[in-house]
Nanobody, 120 residues
């Protein structure tokens, strides 16, 4: 059973920083794309940032220049460094993984979510 466990959320003042981490555990072959999504109250879940197995990154326009996604393949770890946080960044953040279980078998996996609140 593959599990994604997030950590690092919390309450921060506008302009502050937080670092989210996601550890992937269980039996699998490799992680293809990994990323972070967020969902604010009353809104749809949206992509924040994604990173391929080769390290290519993609960001939502609203976070470009402020957020940085990274991964450590040896530790099955995906991180999101969030700087210059704004109140509109307030949401539940979900870790996502496109994970290959074995040859020709893959699946989409999600973490349980971690709350990020940006408020003074």
């Amino acid at each position: 059973q593959v599990q994604l466990v997030e950590s690092g959320g919390g309450l921060v003042q506008p302009g502050g920083s937080l670092r989210l981490s996601c550890v992937v555990s269980g039996r699998f072959f490799k992680i293809n794309v990994a990323g972070w999504y967020r969902q604010a109250p009353g809104k749809q879940r949206e992509l924040v940032a994604a990173i391929s197995s080769g390290g290519s990154t993609n960001y939502a326009d609203s976070v470009k220049g402020r957020f940085t996604i990274s991964r450590d393949n040896a530790k099955n770890l995906v991180s999101l460094q969030m700087n210059s946080l704004k109140p509109e960044d307030t949401a539940v953040y979900y870790c996502y993984g496109d994970i290959v279980l074995r040859v020709e078998v893959r699946g989409d996996y999600w973490g349980q979510g971690t709350q990020v609140t940006v408020s003074s």
